[in-house]
């Protein structure tokens, strides 16, 4: 009878825990999809630096890479642009096979104009993007960029941004990001945050996750 | 056949040191960028910026500098620059791959004998509002203004992007 009642009172309540656990590590194993990809669900209406419409449905149109950046930035946003336009040419005739986005993040200063002399610098399928504030915002959100404007004082401000490459397929899922290492060269690191491997074979690593 | 090894020893001696040398002309091409500037006892190696992408109205410069003393000493300031409206002294962190970049009021600290980089994802001076674009071959005149050691004139040299100054690469690849 005292052998019953402890098993009762230790026993029962660990399995009925471990069942708890295992129930719930199944459940999210069976809804992550693979590459935990999610497809953007956004509608916004910006500018290319030719003043044509820039809208969700352009990222339909084949894999994207985007960058957010500005071109008050002397430092990281230029030697992206660089290695870009390196990796362009790396990539040989695939190169085609993607659109390549400069998108800014003040559109304060940052007009069709200045984007397009700017990007006129480096590889001339990099497409500079502009518009409102507030349409800006939405692609911003939708692939989780952070931007973040800080007053510097007598009419100036920088503005702190993420400085990795958005990884976009052709059904508009964002299958990982692009960052340099060092401003050498860049890593692609999927949707886990895990770096890719052959770390130095980006262009390998950037075909697989975009099925080129 | 003992002699025959010696010598075959002595030639391969001899290639490699031959080698050995010809290594060292090939680094004496990177010269353009070998120039160095000493105040007190601050030493300021390879000053360089960028060529700016058109239109540019920022840009960023670069060196070593390496203090020799056994107190530290502070650049506080860069002044004298005629290429561009302000001069101010930056440091730029990347957080979960989030860039902010910073100006250091105070300027930068050199420690007792040791060296500090300025480089791309760290220190740099930065000039705002460009008078003119920074263009290859150039070069653009600055004043450092250190607390302990005073104030010397530099020139940057304009490079391009891909260059790196601790490999000695001048391109991708």
Do not use: W
């Not at chain 1, 008050?72 to 695939?94: R, Y």
């Not at chain 2, 000053?47 to 058109?54: G, K, L, Q």
């Not at chain 2, 003119?132 to 391009?160: C, R």
């Amino acid at each position: 009878m005292i052998t019953k009642h402890i098993l009762l009172k230790r026993i029962l309540p660990s399995i009925l825990i471990t069942t708890v656990v295992l129930v719930f590590i199944g459940y999210n194993f069976a809804n992550k999809k693979p590459n935990a990809a999610q497809q953007i669900q956004v509608n916004f209406n910006l500018q290319d630096m030719n003043g044509n419409q820039f809208n969700q449905k352009h990222l339909k149109q084949k894999p994207s890479l985007l960058f957010f950046g500005f071109t008050h930035c002397p430092d990281v946003c230029p030697a992206s642009l660089q290695l870009l336009t390196n990796l362009i040419e790396d990539l040989g005739p695939d190169a085609d096979k993607i659109n390549y986005y400069f998108v800014t993040a003040d559109p304060e200063r940052d007009t069709t104009k200045i984007l397009k002399q700017y990007l006129s610098s480096f590889d001339q399928r990099i497409l500079g993007i502009t518009g409102k504030q507030d349409e800006l915002k939405k692609l911003y959100n939708a692939l989780d960029i952070y931007i973040q404007k800080v007053d510097l004082g007598k009419g100036n401000y920088t503005i702190d941004h993420t400085a990795s490459f958005m990884i976009i397929n052709k059904d508009t899922e964002k299958v990982g990001t692009m960052m340099h290492e060092g401003f050498s060269k860049f890593i692609v690191i999927d949707n886990y945050g895990k770096i890719q491997t052959p770390k130095d074979d980006v262009i390998k690593n950037l075909k697989k996750l975009l099925q080129l | 056949m003992k002699k025959f090894f010696t010598f075959i020893i002595f030639i391969i001696f001899s290639t490699s040191s031959f080698s050995g040398s010809h290594h060292s002309h090939g680094h004496k091409k990177n010269k353009e960028i070998d120039h160095d500037y000493k105040i007190g006892k601050i030493k300021i190696e390879k000053p360089y910026t960028f060529f700016t992408p058109n239109g540019a109205k920022v840009s960023a410069g670069y060196m070593k500098i390496e203090n020799y003393s056994n107190k530290q000493d502070v650049l506080q300031s860069v002044s004298n620059v005629s290429f561009a409206d302000r001069v101010e002294i930056h440091e730029m962190t990347m957080e979960n791959q989030v860039m902010k970049m910073r100006p250091l009021k105070k300027g930068v600290v050199i420690k007792a004998d040791s060296e500090l980089y300025l480089k791309p994802s760290g220190y740099h001076i930065m000039f705002i509002g460009l008078k003119e674009q920074i263009s290859k071959g150039k070069e653009y005149k600055a004043t450092l203004n250190f607390k302990n050691a005073g104030s010397v004139d530099i020139f940057f040299k304009a490079v391009g992007r891909n260059y790196h100054p601790d490999k000695n690469h001048h391109k991708h690849h």
